[in-house]
T-cell receptor, first 113, second 114 residues
Framework: GDSVTQMEGPVTLSEEAFLTINCTYT??????LFWYVQYPGEGLQLLLK?????DKGSNKGFEATYRKETTSFHLEKGSVQVSDSAVYFC????????????FGTGTKLQVIP | DAGVIQSPRHEVTEMGQEVTLRCKPI?????LFWYRQTMMRGLELLIY????????DSGMPEDRFSAKMPNASFSTLKIQPSEPRDSAVYFC????????????FGSGTRLTVV
């Protein structure tokens, strides 16, 4: 079945550091890929998405590129802020039908001043 | 748009009591999902509906859990009787086109069973 693998956390960075959170997936066909962010005490929020190979999703300075050849969707940000401290979830949605979204286990990011 | 609305935000109940969690999805969304989140088990899909019909309830932990969606604007998740191990944050999410837009999550209900 479908699966999503994320790097283990927590990830601790200093403010203005470069961020990479790795995500790889296993799926049949051509799924859509997502990154969600969960701030403390809140629900998950869609951060960015890519629906086909080589698409780049971006939002709030975060980017991720859908790499079919490496089945990856790594999240990057050039300069993190304290306010980016949250848990980040990678997810995939298979095409069509009643297939549900598969989430990764989440990676906690802590940014220190 | 008010987003996905869940109630209550917090619930504390005694073991053995019935608990009902409520969710109002975004108007026009045709799929609804109930998730449970704990530190130990992470995010677990309990059940999901499409056009008010339950499609997959394989994640419901046991018969004490039940979910209904009587119409397109309302769903409930009921636990009867509740147990301490049910303590978790329960999220409801809705979607119109998950492949292109993903899910919209509510703020969750934090359930504590003592």
């Amino acid at each position: 079945g479908d699966s999503v693998t994320q790097m283990e956390g927590p990830v601790t960075l200093s403010e203005e550091a470069f961020l990479t959170i790795n995500c790889t997936y296993t799926a049949t066909g051509y799924p859509s890929l997502f990154w969600y962010v969960q701030y403390p005490g809140e629900g998950l929020q869609l951060l960015l998405k890519a629906t086909k190979a080589d698409d780049k999703g971006s939002n709030k300075g975060f980017e991720a590129t859908y790499r079919k050849e490496t089945t990856s969707f790594h999240l990057e940000k050039g300069s993190v802020q304290v306010s980016d401290s949250a848990v980040y979830f990678c997810a995939l949605s298979p095409p069509g039908g009643y297939q549900k979204v598969t989430f990764g286990t989440g990676t906690k990011l802590q940014v220190i001043p | 748009d008010a987003g996905v609305i869940q109630s209550p935000r917090h619930e504390v109940t005694e073991m053995g009591q019935e608990v009902t969690l409520r969710c109002k999805p975004i108007s026009g969304h045709n799929s609804l999902f109930w998730y449970r989140q704990t530190m130990m088990r992470g995010l677990e899909l309990l059940i999901y509906f499409n056009n008010n019909v339950p499609i997959d309830d394989s994640g419901m932990p046991e018969d004490r859990f039940s979910a209904k969606m009587p119409n397109a604007s309302f769903s409930t998740l009921k636990i009867q009787p509740s147990e301490p191990r049910d303590s978790a944050v329960y999220f409801c999410a809705s979607s119109l086109d998950r492949a292109n837009y993903g899910y919209t999550f509510g703020s969750g209900t934090r359930l504590t069973v003592v």
